[in-house]
């Protein structure tokens, strides 16, 4: 912004700052999807006997929570329930 608009580089100093940006909004995507992946993985270290993997393309969590409940005559049980795109889990 400092550059003067007729100086003889400017506009390469601007496709510069456009490369620039560009390239920076990739790597905090590819960032955010790598911490994505990894909070995925994570969780299922913490599910036992999980059938397979959490982690599929386009996968990503909606909602999740806790919720105390009594089913049949079992005494009351806490569950994790997880609501995916394209699934829903529940844990005991």
Not at 31 to 38: C, E, F, P
Not at 68 to 83: D, G, S
Request: hydrophobic content about 40%; proline content about 4%.
């Amino acid at each position: 912004s400092l550059t003067p608009t007729e100086h003889v580089d400017y506009a390469n100093i601007e496709e510069a700052q456009a490369l620039c940006s560009e390239t920076t909004l990739c790597i905090n995507q590819l960032k955010s999807q790598y911490d994505y992946r990894q909070k995925l993985l994570q969780l299922e270290k913490t599910i036992q006997k999980l059938p397979s993997s959490l982690v599929v393309p386009n996968r990503i969590i909606v909602n999740h929570g806790l919720l105390t409940a009594r089913i049949a005559a079992q005494p009351k049980a806490v569950y994790h329930f997880v609501l995916f795109s394209d699934a829903f889990l529940c844990c005991t």
